[in-house]
């Protein structure tokens, strides 16, 4: 056991529990620098940080740091989509087609909005051989992945489109709004609510920036050992390296799959606007959160349950609440959404645990949450 650093910010008295599991991952779980943040009725009653930015210890961690909370970031681009419902932009059963005709080749034209979101599309990665750089070029990625033929029938099941969601997103996105999902978040979310939330992270930036720190057996490569198809392309075509957020050129794109660059407040605060009314109707988050697909994920190879880009509660993923929802990230991080409880909860660290699902810290601060919320 080794003694927590100093931690940041307040804890409200009646959550405690929670204050004493963030601290425990730092004495008992490996934690190196984190943020954890509890928001109910719209309220922050628990927003901590602590420890480090980087391995060493030299650089700690402050109430405004970032890190890439890599596919936490996709309940940040299913919100995104959910507000495009909700300002009658678009409805999640329109065909993905009607802004984007080029992405019918090959029998996809029946893919709707919601069964993109939901990787149900058979486009989880490239067929023929790609690098990771091949995801920078974002248009050009999603017109390679708009002529591509998919790994399995659309609509016929899941299979979780790890990084080529961002790329479908995006380009979708764009073509319905007009703007990029960049330059929507930072113009309608995290400026005019003060959050810490980008997808890469400018050059300006650097200096709240958390280093990325992780065994190096972590690369997705090494997930499973007899991979199908679908996971070959996936996992391996190409392989995502865990320190990628270290790099210049994986920090300069925008990939709402995965280089969201957040802390727990903000994540917190964001879907905290959700819980209380403040950005979604209770109509459009019914349907953001609809199940679209159920059933063993053909990439996760698990139960999965899948709204319209979020991650719907299975298994006691998010705790007790049937009605929970959200999104997780490699190596930890997560935001939760509670709609029946009103909360949310939100943690990003920089330290990749090597659980698939269930990450302890992840785990442990769920409960400590619900614990106190006397569920």
């Known amino acids: 056991m080794t003694t927590a650093p100093p931690i940041g910010g307040q804890a409200a008295a009646p959550f405690e529990a929670l204050a004493r599991a963030f601290a ?40 405004d740091s970032v890190v890439n909370v890599w596919s936490t970031t996709k309940a940040v681009n299913a919100l995104c989509f959910a507000l495009l419902v909700e300002r009658g932009l678009c409805a999640y059963d329109d065909p ?8 019918g080749a090959h029998g996809k034209d029946g893919v709707t909005v919601a069964m993109l979101l939901s990787h149900q599309a058979g486009l989880c990665s490239f067929r023929d051989p790609a690098r990771i750089e091949d995801f920078y070029d974002l248009h050009a990625a999603a017109m390679r992945l708009a002529a591509t ?84 392309a996936a996992f391996t075509n190409p392989v995502v390296e865990p320190l990628l957020p270290n790099t210049a050129a994986w920090r300069a794109c925008e990939l709402s799959s995965a280089n969201g660059f957040a802390n727990a407040g903000s994540l917190a605060r964001l879907f905290g606007a959700v819980t209380d009314g403040r950005l979604l109707s209770s109509e459009t988050l019914r349907a953001a959160t609809y199940e679209r697909i159920a059933g063993i994920d053909e990439v996760l190879a698990a139960p999965v349950r899948w709204g319209a880009g979020f991650l719907l509660n299975t298994d006691g993923l998010y705790g007790p609440s049937s009605e929970a929802f959200g999104h997780s990230g490699w190596g930890g991080s997560f935001v939760l959404v509670d709609p029946a409880r009103r909360m ?13 699902v269930g990450d302890p810290r992840a785990t442990a601060l769920i409960a400590a949450a619900y614990e106190a919320l006397g569920a």
Do not use: C, K
């Open 24 to 63: 425990e991952s730092f004495t008992d779980r490996g934690e190196v620098g984190a943020s954890v943040s509890l928001v109910i009725d719209g309220q922050p009653v628990v927003d901590l940080w602590g420890g480090a930015l980087d391995a060493a210890g030299h650089r700690p961690w402050r109430a």
């Open 149 to 232: 033929e998919p790994l399995w029938p659309p609509g016929s099941r899941s299979g979780y489109h790890a990084i080529s969601i961002g790329v479908l997103a995006g380009e979708l996105f764009q073509r319905i709004e007009g703007r990029s999902l960049g330059q929507f978040i930072a113009e309608t979310l995290a400026g005019p609510m003060d959050l810490h939330l980008t997808l890469g992270l400018p050059p300006s930036e650097e200096a709240r920036r958390a280093e990325m720190i992780a065994p190096p057996e972590l690369a997705t490569s090494n997930r499973v050992t007899e991979m199908n198809p679908s996971q070959v």
């Open 96 to 103: 993905v087609v009607r802004w984007w005709p080029e992405f």
């Open 344 to 356: 949310s909860l939100a943690y990003a660290m920089n330290r990749m645990g090597t659980d698939l």
